[in-house]
Antibody
Framework: QLQLQQSGPGLVKPSETLSLTCTVSGGSISSRIYYWVWIRQPPGKGLEWIGSIYYSGGTYYNPSLKSRVTISVDTSKNEFSLKLNSVTAADTAVYYC?????????????WGQGTLVAVSS | QSGLTQPPSASGTPGQRVTISCSGSSSNLGSNYGYWYQQFPGAAPKLLIYKNDQRPSGVPDRFSGSKSGTSVSLAISGLRSEDEAHYYCAAWDDSLSGPVFGGGTKLAVL
């Protein structure tokens, strides 16, 4: 059974960089079928796609966040990571890593446990 | 931001049939499949319907999906108290080059 385990701090100061890592177990991140994504959910609000990465390193980012986001993959560790810089209170959200079934799809079949990241001094 | 439009709330009584709608545009639902997710408080979303009307294994057949034009719908028949949750629709968006979600519908079982 595939599992996605998220790690990273739950509190980030304004203007600093949010960093989260998602470790995949029970399957290979190098599968050619899947993309790996980060999605966030502000408290009491809906879901927002942040970006996607393929095992080879190809990335797609939400245009609204593109200037501040970097998603990377480390196939040797079977993990992928999110960095969001210059954060503000508006970036406070539960951040999820997840697996996207292919590219041109809205199908997310596995999710991490979610990490609540608060942006506060 | 939410590229797909859902009603913020819906309700029904046990045993009833409830339908939740989701409206999009030509760049998402008009040219791509629709998906539905169920989310309970404090938990990650769970895939409920994929490719408009397909159910993953383990999802009861009380849940069904359909699509018409640039809209998709989720129907829940034989409503149960445990169906009380938030429901989100989703689709690939050609303009975004990524998945787009609806704002979510909170379903209350009265």
């Amino acid at each position: 059974q595939l599992q996605l385990q998220q790690s990273g701090p739950g509190l980030v100061k304004p203007s600093e960089t949010l960093s989260l890592t998602c470790t995949v177990s029970g399957g290979s991140i190098s599968s050619r079928i899947y993309y790996w994504v980060w999605i966030r959910q502000p408290p009491g609000k809906g879901l927002e796609w942040i970006g996607s990465i393929y095992y080879s390193g190809g990335t797609y980012y939400n245009p609204s966040l593109k200037s501040r986001v970097t998603i990377s993959v480390d196939t040797s560790k079977n993990e992928f990571s999110l960095k969001l810089n210059s954060v503000t209170a508006a970036d406070t959200a539960v951040y999820y890593c997840a697996r996207l079934v292919g590219l041109w799809t809205g199908e997310v079949d596995y999710w991490g446990q979610g990490t609540l990241v608060a942006v506060s001094s | 931001q939410s590229g797909l439009t859902q009603p913020p709330s819906a309700s029904g009584t046990p045993g009833q049939r409830v339908t939740i709608s989701c409206s999009g545009s030509s760049s998402n639902l008009g040219s791509n499949y629709g998906y539905w997710y169920q989310q309970f408080p404090g938990a990650a979303p769970k895939l409920l319907i994929y490719k408009n009307d397909q159910r993953p294994s383990g999802v009861p057949d009380r849940f069904s999906g359909s699509k018409s034009g640039t809209s998709v719908s989720l129907a829940i028949s034989g409503l149960r108290s445990e169906d009380e949750a938030h429901y989100y629709c989703a689709a690939w968006d050609d303009s975004l080059s990524g998945p787009v979600f609806g704002g979510g519908t909170k379903l209350a079982v009265l």
